[in-house]
């Protein structure tokens, strides 16, 4: 077995902008900020439990039709299989990681581990087929193993580096399951209809979509249960069997216990399929936005009617605030419920004071290790305070912090707004810039933090 990185193997806390969802008010998990985690009673039973996950990720990913395998494929810039691993080190209650991986691409794995600091990460030598790499996996959770740092589980985790979107009720089900009847499966309903055709390509017969069910991932095990029909399992079966499940009513005569999966358990297999992953993980890390002001207490300050404006016309959004002084704090919570979202609101100053104070926060954080974080700077500057040229070239100075900022994922934008005379209402979610009684212009603020937050380009600013 090849341990990760330093640090790797053995319980540990996750890497950045993560935290274990146990306990009864456990938060989401990070696949889905926001979603309510699984029940505190069948989670206090899986803590009880010492479980482990096994990842085959061996593949070369050859439904892809690309040269890099699928697992390794980059989403957001950053490598598919880190997402799965992300969303199982958010459950305390997985003691254990195990991945498969090719001896080519050990080196790029330990890479991985480190870069975006994952824990409790273990390394074994993928299999030539995905069950001897499971196999290999198993292995190395065996008490006989020599110098191994890992224990044997109770139950085992069997889970696909390509399905990054699992969550944390889903893996307490089978995991529950496994230990009441020994086996268990995720599944979901047909989208086609299966039918089996003759050796001539002519209809032999078709399933009935309504009887049967697709097999999905994660599926979990008591070990002594998976690990003796691996030990038992033939050539024929290991080089070019697929189901888990099958494997241990076979050579065990364990009828898995099957428990209805989410729509989000599907697998990367195509390249389009990576596209998808990408809207899905922008559409989940925009749905928070922080609001940080040089003050909280002021009510009439513009940030607090910049909050109500973004409430109304974001209704699908949380919108929080709070004073620089307090994000240290507040960025706890912030990271904990998965916020990636700033808009940092400067009035009557063209620096950028402020808005470096909240980088340095966010740098020190490493929050943008595991996802781009988007910080609005917003500046309300009243015309005649100076020339408007002077203005100009202290804002354009956010070229250069922006450039820097995007080396450490951190998306910065600049939004610059001039007034003679402010009215700040929150009427219609709009914040209104008038000369005089009878002429006022409307600056939507909502529709351009939106079309910033969610876009996350890469292109330099």
């Known amino acids: 077995m090849e341990p990760g990185p330093p640090g790797a193997c053995g319980p540990a806390e996750p890497g950045p902008g993560l935290r274990c969802v146990c306990g009864a008010a456990g938060a989401a998990s990070a696949s889905s900020p926001g979603r309510a985690a699984a029940s505190a009673e069948p989670r206090r039973r899986a803590l009880a439990l010492a479980v482990a996950a096994v990842l085959p990720a061996g593949g070369s990913g050859e439904r892809m039709g690309v040269a890099t395998p699928k697992q390794f494929c980059p989403v957001l810039e950053r490598p598919l299989i880190s997402y799965t691993l992300q969303a199982l080190e958010r459950v305390c209650w997985i003691k254990d990681i195990v991945v498969a991986v090719t001896g080519e691409n050990l080196e790029t794995m330990k890479s991985i581990i480190q870069r975006y600091q994952h824990k409790r990460i273990s390394l074994v030598e993928a299999g030539v087929t995905r069950h001897r790499s499971i196999f290999n996996g198993l292995k190395a959770l065996a008490e006989d193993q020599p110098d191994s740092k890992l224990s044997k589980p109770e139950v085992v985790i069997i889970h ?114 990576l596209y998808a992953a990408e809207s899905i993980i922008k559409e989940r890390i925009s749905q928070q936005i922080y609001i940080v002001m040089k003050t909280k207490e002021d009510e009439e300050h513009v940030g607090h009617h910049l909050e109500e404006m973004l409430k109304n016309e974001l209704n699908h959004v949380k919108v929080t605030s709070g004073s620089l002084c307090h994000v240290g704090k507040d960025l706890q919570q912030s990271t904990l419920e998965q916020c990636f979202n700033f808009v940092c609101v400067n009035v009557l100053t063209s620096d950028f004071e402020e808005t470096q104070k909240l980088l340095t926060i966010l740098k020190e954080s490493n929050l943008s290790i595991l996802y781009p974080v988007v910080v609005i700077s917003v500046h309300f500057l009243e015309y005649k305070s100076a020339p408007f040229d002077q203005k100009m070239e202290n804002l354009m100075q956010i070229r250069e912090l922006a450039k820097e900022m995007k080396k450490r994922n951190i998306l910065l934008c600049g939004l610059l707004i001039c007034y003679p005379q402010v009215e700040l209402c929150a009427e219609s979610g709009e914040t209104q810039l008038a000369e005089d009684q009878n002429c006022k212009k409307k600056i939507n603020l909502a529709q351009v933090i939106t079309n910033l937050g969610t876009s996350r380009s890469y292109r330099t600013v």
């Open 160 to 273: 696909d580096a390509v399905r990054p979107f699992v969550e944390e009720d889903v893996l307490l089900k089978v995991t529950t399951a496994a230990k009441e009847h020994g086996a268990a499966g995720a599944i979901r309903p047909l989208v086609s209809t299966v039918v089996s055709p003759s050796a001539d390509d002519h209809l032999d017969h078709s399933l009935d979509r309504a009887r049967h069910r697709a097999s999905e991932m994660p599926q979990a095990f008591l070990y002594d249960v998976i690990y003796a029909a691996y030990q038992q399992c033939s050539d024929y079966d290991l080089d070019f069997g697929t189901e888990c499940l099958q494997l241990a009513l076979k050579y065990c005569h364990i009828k898995a216990k099957l428990v209805e999966g989410s729509p989000d358990l599907w697998k990367v297999t195509y390249k389009r399929d």
